[in-house]
């Protein structure tokens, strides 16, 4: 998953990030209304996790210019105030989900892996392509019921081509979404090229077929067609 953490809370904020990164997720942090701002409207995620207080703005304006640019990113808000009426708020404006703090980080991560869940898969614990089967709790992938060994990033870009299968998606997007905006988006996408052979191996190996296509000049398409 790609997740942006929108949180002024210094410990918190780094907690959170430590947690999702050790388990294979990009997690990028700010910490202020402007930096979340310019992030939002270049960038694309999986996941908002947004603070309502921010030290110089609202988190629910952030919200708003999401809805506004019809950004697909889902968004979870986390705030200390639990009113009904926050809640209802936030959630009339296009929230997915809403938690109160404190809560326990293994909760936050629940809350957001359903949020992605809901978005790409339609809320399934299971995805299905062809002969590929993945178990998204699990964090299995099976192709004709043999397991793959796979890296944290060959899950995770098998996922992100499923998610977005049959479309061409460009090096830079894979490679944003793998490694986070901060990568380096030089003309050299080895790392890149590295990854996606190594997937096609293991599902060919496996028996499957190969439904990663290359768009010359642009990117790649997932594809059984």
């Known amino acids: 998953m790609k997740i942006l953490v929108i949180e002024d809370e ?36 999986d996941c ?12 629910l304006d952030i919200l708003e210019n999401l809805k506004i640019n019809n950004h697909p990113d889902g968004v979870l808000i986390v705030s200390a105030k639990n009113s009904l009426d926050d809640r209802l708020n936030g959630l ?30 339609d809320g399934s614990r299971t995805v299905t392509f062809s002969e590929i089967k993945i178990d998204l709790t699990a964090q299995q992938v099976m192709v004709h019921d043999i397991i793959l060994k796979l890296t944290k990033k060959e899950y995770a870009l098998l996922l992100y081509f499923i998610a977005n299968k049959a479309k061409v998606i460009s090096k830079n997007a894979i490679a ?45 398409k997932f594809t059984d067609l």
């Open 92 to 121: 009339d404006m296009g929230a997915d989900d809403y938690l109160v703090k404190p809560f326990h980080l293994s909760e936050l991560k629940a809350r957001v892996t359903s949020i992605v869940r809901r978005k790409s898969f």
């Open 48 to 59: 908002i996790v947004l603070d309502i207080t921010l030290p110089d703005g609202s988190g």
């Open 176 to 220: 944003e979404h793998l490694w986070g905006d901060e990568v380096d988006l030089s003309d050299n996408f080895d790392f890149l090229y590295s990854h996606i052979k190594n997937l096609r191996k293991k599902i060919m190996d496996a028996g499957g077929k190969d439904y990663i296509q290359s768009a010359y000049g642009m990117g790649y």
């Open 10 to 45: 210094p410990g918190l904020r780094e907690s959170i990030q430590q947690y999702f990164a050790g388990g294979g997720n990009v997690c990028e942090v700010v910490a202020d209304y402007a930096s979340a701002l310019q992030k939002i409207n270049i960038y694309r995620y």
